[in-house]
Structure formats: structure tokens, C-alpha cells
Nanobody, 115 residues
């Protein structure tokens, strides 16, 4: 099994920054894909960004240029640096890990951007 624990959410003013972290533990394989999704009230859960254990990042158009995803493979940890935050970024942010044919989710961390 795999456990994902997020941290770093909170309340920030528009234009500000936050950094989310997600630590994975358990049976982690060397080849995997980690990432962040978000879900705003009344909306579906959408991709924010992903990063592979070997290479490659992918961003939603709405965050490209403002958010940066990175990872520390030795710590099985993925980060999301969020800059120039907008009210529309308000959501619960979920960490995600995919390996082999399984997918795992964290419990979510709330990000609220005020005007």
C-alpha cells in the first residue's frame, strides 16, 4: 500500500505564493508518476501538474507559467510551488501517485486565495 500526506495549504491573498508538499510512503516503485489535482466547490477534480520519476512535467494551461512542480526521488516527495495566485486557484489540492496499474490519492489540502 501507499500513503500520501500533503501539507502547505492555507489562506493567501491574490498575487501571493504557497508551496505544497506531498510525501509518499509504503511500497513505492522507482518508476512512477506523481502530481497534483484540484477540486473547487461544485466542480470536478482537474489536473494541475504531473511529474515523472524519470523525466517530464505536464501542466494545466491555467497554471502554466505560475506553478512549478518538482520532486525529490530520494524522499519520495513532490512539491508544487504556486506563484501569482488568483482567486480561481481556490480549491482542495490532492496529491496523486500512479505506478504499475494502481493510483493513490492524498487526503487533500485546502488552498484559499482572497482578493
Amino acid at each position: 500500500q501507499v500513503q500520501l500526506v500533503e501539507s502547505g495549504g492555507g489562506l493567501v491573498q491574490a498575487g501571493g505564493s504557497l508551496r505544497l508538499s506531498c510525501s509518499a510512503s509504503g511500497s513505492i516503485f522507482s518508476i512512477n508518476l506523481m502530481g497534483w489535482y484540484r477540486q473547487a466547490p461544485g466542480k470536478q477534480r482537474d489536473l494541475v501538474a504531473t511529474i515523472g520519476s524519470i523525466a517530464g512535467t505536464n501542466y494545466a494551461d491555467s497554471v502554466r507559467g505560475r506553478f512549478t512542480i518538482s520532486r525529490d526521488n530520494a524522499k519520495n516527495t513532490v512539491y508544487l510551488q504556486m506563484n501569482s495566485l488568483e482567486r480561481e486557484d481556490t480549491a482542495i489540492y490532492y496529491c496523486h501517485l500512479a505506478q504499475l496499474r494502481s493510483m493513490y490519492w492524498g487526503q487533500g489540502t485546502q488552498v484559499t486565495v482572497s482578493s
